[in-house]
């Protein structure tokens, strides 16, 4: 495992979108090769625009069981909350 080659994320931008996406992991041994192996495993149909490869090592990611500690105070906010707001019928809808 020493000798391995570091783990990389992918993210695809694709043709009709303006966000990248997850799409899979890759060994490679740097950012370089990453995004090349990245076009070859990942976009041969050429659905991508754009690649981001991130060294997986370099993620940090909060746990599931922070949950409630961690969205907690957003609560409070209720004008973040579009109940808050009332919308005039001639709108229509959103």
């Known amino acids: 495992m020493k000798n391995e080659w570091p783990l990389w994320e ?6 009709h ?6 799409v ?3 060994h490679a041994p ?9 076009r070859d495993v990942y976009t041969r149909r050429n659905e ?15 746990s599931p069981s922070d949950k409630g500690p961690l969205y907690e105070p ?6 973040r909350h579009p109940t808050f707001f009332d919308i005039p ?3 229509g809808a959103m």
């Open 24 to 26: 899979g992991s890759l």
């Open 48 to 62: 991508g625009v754009s690649i981001w490869v991130v060294e997986a090592n370099r993620i940090a990611a909060s």
């Open 17 to 22: 979108g303006m966000s990248h996406r997850h």
């Open 74 to 79: 957003a609560e409070s906010k209720v004008y």
């Open 30 to 38: 740097d950012a370089e090769m990453a995004i090349k192996n990245a």
């Open 10 to 15: 992918v993210f695809i931008r694709g043709q």
């Open 89 to 91: 019928e001639d709108v």
